[in-house]
């Protein structure tokens, strides 16, 4: 797909960019490129939304990227890049995105979430209002804030 299909491309062009990027940002994780200890696959999920930020105009903000990206960590590879790439869709083009499935995917990933981490970082979206938390289904929401209340405690 060419620059200008992906730019101007709507839905789908906007979900190969995601794509592109992704696979860009995890070669060169996987080549060391990119200094850091995350899994390349975090690292490509991570570039991929910064990049779509920056492209944006938007700022990047660290906790927030994180928090945004708290369900996309706890899917398969193929499928978080596929969510990813309609996650964007999602903010950027909300009529064209596969809504019912994106909604699913979320909440079906951020409720099979066991580990501290991971519960750590779904309340950072939740708390910074990231854009998934309109998808999230009302049990969803009860677990994360449960999770972070916990999280409280300790």
Known sequence: MGLWKKLFGGAEGCREAMRDS????LRLARHGRIPT?????TV?????????????GAPVVEVVIWGELAPFLE??????????????????LPQDARLTWLKETINSALRSCSDEPGKAMA??????????CALLEPSTRKAIEDA???????
């Open 22 to 25: 992704y696979e860009k940002h």
């Open 37 to 41: 200890e995350d899994p390349p696959h």
């Open 44 to 56: 490509g999920l991570y570039g991929a939304l910064a990049s779509r930020y920056r492209a944006r």
């Open 75 to 92: 899917m398969r590879e193929t499928e978080a890049v596929e969510a990813l790439a309609e996650y964007v869709v999602f903010q950027e």
């Open 123 to 132: 309340g950072a979206g939740l708390i910074n209002q990231v854009a998934w």
């Open 148 to 154: 972070l209340e916990r999280l409280d405690e300790t």
